[in-house]
């Protein structure tokens, strides 16, 4: 019976590694002399050494001793290699941890993360903050962090000498155990030659939900980046009056239209309340009264691409409006910088949740965590506030008024949602109003007639986003239930669902041309989909923690992410690559916006700053200054402004390039 028993675990053992055609083999062979021979098929020593193997295969202790080795090896390689050779211990300890888990191991689950979590904290500490939870083997399931892990594969990039060093040694060592972990939840992306120079790539370990094969493929699809054809823009170009005279003032804007962004805040409910104080900065070298002119550019214009939606018409109107925007636009360079108008909340008691702008900064939206939404005019408050003193301070949390002036409040109060407003959007015009809640519905207001006019439910879950497309009249939103959607004005559903995200989706932007929107995600990956097929058609991978702001460029050739952890990244939309991260703020970046030209991106922070980027210089960065260092990222700020105590929700630039900024003001500064 002996005999039996061995022969089960080797057939276990195959099973186990996939090696079905041996296993059918090996059975008929052990049945086939079976029948032959009464005596014991196998030497005693080999016997035991495979009862030993068989114990060692299925006891806790091959995680720790093989993860152990592995550590030890990986330390005491070489300087030249031990960068790449490092990446690997990260998914195989968190994979060795879950593996334990759901063997049922609990406790030597819990002492081998806690021996081995110190190696890892400083790159991955959220994330092993959510494991800490993992505390049985349904959790791994019921728990999505942990869930998606386990579902998915990382993709680590590293030379073919590193490599094969850490395939020899796992050969030698007999690590079947790590061997086998490494063979199923890691991609090795092998590149050819030495190690690269970089330590600290942003791509070298990602995570994915299909193969490094699947997301290659669908960087390889086609897209059309270009702008619309028969835009405004592009009219006023064939007339050849765009941007020569650009002596003109940069006041307020008629309204305007871009893809500027918001940003909800991600603790639910930040500030909210009751007035709001309009501060303005005028930055050094800016120039109101003229601009330099525009630096020569080496870019080829953009193409032009048919729209796969049908397009509103725009009203005449409308029209005339920006174009005169359009032709009193001030040329932004690193050397001209723009106007910032502030707008801060006051009196918020931790309650506004997100702000938004319209495109022409006469109007200021503010979501609350008490479920209502709040708009205020800036013209009416202008004329009002000259009547009211300092006061402002005093009123109470009940009074909607600023101060002690009349007893009209100075906002515009929208009530109907049942939970925190997450995000808020305007209309191109400045005529509507978009807002989501954590009532997992999005609302339509009309600014006009200060009501509600729609209430769209197709989410299951709250939603975190809601953009107005460049043209309006379309939407998108995205939420906690992994998807975002498309939708229409006059449709109560939505017209497209893009699922592929593996955790929340957390912001949603808009392309130029409306063919696109770009999500970002709790899963740290940035995907663009085709808005008429529904298709993810980019994948962007590279950054380490949650999206939160998203932002496309003029032109519809790049796009910039800003994530919890501070870092902004330029993204190339043709070929899906990083061209530069942006390093400079310390805390959240809750919004990102490009100006009108494209040459300035601006970035607002939970630190409390804006922060101005040269689009120029970071889309041109060669591949050796790559390599040489941080030190660019630094010469690519342009200009930090910072506010006394105020995080920074939401940035619009108007069309004709002057930027508006609100946040609100925080007792803790």
Excluded at 471 to 498: C, E, K, N
Excluded at 515 to 541: H, M, P
């Amino acid at each position: 019976m002996e005999d039996d028993k061995i022969v089960g675990y080797v057939t276990a053992f195959l099973k186990k590694k996939g090696f079905t055609q041996t296993e059918k083999i090996f059975q008929e062979e052990f049945q086939h002399n079976k029948s032959n021979t009464s005596n014991s098929l196998l030497e005693p020593d080999i016997a035991n050494h495979l009862l030993a193997f068989s114990q060692l295969e299925t006891g806790p202790a091959r995680f720790h001793d093989g993860y152990s080795r592995l550590r030890t090896w990986t330390y005491s390689s070489l300087d030249l290699y031990k960068h790449e050779l490092l990446r690997v211990l990260y998914p195989v300890f968190i994979h060795c941890f879950m593996d334990l888990v759901a063997k049922g191991h609990v406790q030597e689950a819990r002492n081998f993360f806690n021996t081995f979590r110190e190696d890892h904290e400083m790159m991955h500490l959220r994330d092993l903050q959510k494991l800490e939870g993992v505390l049985s083997p349904n959790h791994l399931e019921e728990m999505e962090f942990a869930h998606s892990l386990r579902k998915s594969k990382f993709n680590i990039k590293i030379c073919e000498y590193s490599y094969e060093l850490l395939l020899q040694h796992l050969h030698s060592t007999q690590s079947t155990t790590i061997l086998g972990i490494i063979n199923e939840h890691i991609n090795f992306q092998v590149t050819p030659g030495q190690p690269s120079l970089i330590s600290d790539d942003p791509e070298a370990v990602t995570l994915t939900g299909s193969s490094q094969e699947a997301a290659n493929l669908i960087n390889q699809k086609e897209i059309h980046w270009g702008l619309l054809e028969d835009s405004l823009e592009e009219r006023l170009e064939k007339a050849g009056a765009l941007l020569l005279d650009s002596e003109k003032g940069e006041g307020e804007a008629k309204e305007g239209e871009n893809d500027e962004t918001k940003k909800r805040s991600i603790e639910g409910g930040k500030q909210g309340g009751a007035s709001v104080k309009k501060v303005k900065k005028d930055k050094g070298g800016s120039a109101t009264g003229k601009s330099a002119k525009p630096e020569a550019s080496t870019v080829p214009a953009a193409p032009r691409v048919k729209p796969e939606l049908p397009l509103p018409v725009i009203p005449t109107e409308v029209e005339q409006s920006v174009l005169e925007d359009l032709r009193n636009r001030v040329q932004l360079s690193s050397v001209a910088l723009p106007s910032v108008s502030f707008y801060t909340y006051i009196n918020t008691h931790n309650g506004l949740s997100c702000s938004s702008i319209s495109h022409d900064g006469s109007l200021i939206a503010g979501g609350f965590s008490d479920s209502s939404l709040k708009v205020w005019d800036m013209a009416k408050l202008g004329q009002q506030a000259s009547s009211l003193s300092q006061g402002e301070n005093d009123t109470s949390q009940n009074e909607q008024i600023f101060g002690q002036g009349g007893g009209k409040r100075q906002y515009t109060l929208f009530q109907g949602h049942s939970g925190p407003v997450y995000a808020a959007s305007f209309s191109p015009v400045g005529d509507f109003i978009l807002s989501s809640s954590a009532d997992s519905t999005i609302r339509l207001w009309s600014t006009k007639l200060n009501a509600n006019l729609v209430c769209y439910k197709g989410h299951n879950y709250p939603v975190w986003d809601v953009q107005f497309s460049p043209v309006g009249h379309y939407f998108a939103s995205s939420s906690h239930d992994r998807t975002a959607r498309i939708w229409s004005m006059d449709r109560i559903q939505p017209l497209r669902i893009m699922a592929g995200h593996l955790s929340d989706v957390d912001c949603v932007q808009w392309h130029a041309n409306c063919n696109y929107i770009a999500t970002g995600s709790s899963d740290k990956t940035v995907r663009l989909w085709d808005v008429q097929s529904g298709e993810c058609v980019r994948v962007f991978v590279g950054h380490r923690v949650m999206i939160l702001s998203l932002a496309m460029s003029p032109d519809g050739r790049y796009m910039a992410s800003g994530d919890e952890d501070g870092t902004i990244m330029m993204w190339d939309l043709s070929s899906g690559r990083c061209l530069t991260p942006l390093i400079g703020h310390t805390s959240c970046v809750w919004s990102l916006a490009f100006s009108s030209e494209g040459s300035i991106i601006a970035s607002g922070s939970a630190d409390c700053t804006v922060k101005l980027w040269d689009v120029n210089a970071s889309t041109k960065v060669s591949r050796a200054e790559e390599k040489s260092g941080s030190a660019n990222s630094r010469l690519r700020s342009l200009k930090t402004l910072s506010t006394k105590s105020t995080p920074v929700y939401s940035l619009r630039f108007s069309r004709r390039n002057l930027l508006f900024a609100a946040g609100a003001l925080s007792k803790s500064g």
